[in-house]
Each structure stands twice: as structure tokens, then as C-alpha cells.
């Protein structure tokens, strides 16, 4: 069965930093918000979104081409997998890491 997965920010906590969450139907995750953990993604609360989306792909070991983008609200974001034929250029998970693909 496919599977979104939902991304959240969630703020600091008198305990806790700055997190995202990513949820899908079979489970979820938490990631830090860390500036300097975000390297390898452009800089903002999207990178974190995807960084925290590619933690949930990674545990799951749902690997494939996802792509994203925010909700209508702006208050999460929502990654899928897609069929690799639909797809032009975008990012995809191989090896635990974010590759770009660009289809000839």
C-alpha cells in the first residue's frame, strides 16, 4: 500500500528543541530543527521538512522517488512516492541519501 507521508514543525518546548515531525499510516519519526544539519538540503524550514520526511523513508526502507510540497494551510508538508515514468527531475532517495535525477 502507498503511503503519504506528513511533515510538521513543531516549536521549542521548556525540555525540548525545535523538531519536525514526518507521520505516515505505518509509523512516524522525529528530527531536530538544526541549521547546521541541513547542509546537504537548501537552507529553511523546507529542508528540515525533507530532512525529516527521508528519516521516516529511511527507517521504513521505502526507497523510490518522492517528491513534495506544502499543504493549502501552510501548516505541514506532504511527500509521495510516484512511478518513476512520471517523473522529469527531482530528488530520489538511494543509499540513505538525496540524489538529484534529471531524465534525459
Not at 519536525?20 to 537552507?43: H, I, T
Not at 530532512?51 to 523510490?64: D, F, M, Q, T
Not at 506532504?78 to 540513505?96: A, D, G, H, L, S
Amino acid at each position: 500500500m502507498r503511503q503519504a507521508i506528513v511533515t510538521k514543525y513543531h516549536g521549542p518546548t521548556n525540555t525540548k528543541g525545535s523538531r519536525v515531525s514526518a507521520k505516515a499510516f505505518a509509523g512516524k519519526c522525529f528530527v531536530s530543527y538544526d541549521d547546521d544539519a541541513l547542509e546537504p538540503f537548501r537552507s529553511g524550514i523546507e529542508s528540515a521538512h525533507a530532512r525529516a520526511a527521508l528519516a521516516l523513508i529511511i527507517k521504513k526502507e521505502w526507497y523510490g522517488i518522492w517528491v513534495g510540497g506544502g499543504s493549502p494551510d501552510e501548516t505541514s508538508f506532504c511527500f509521495v512516492m510516484v512511478p518513476f515514468k512520471n517523473i522529469t527531475q527531482q530528488r530520489y532517495c538511494r543509499n540513505n541519501k538525496i540524489v538529484q535525477f534529471l531524465e534525459e
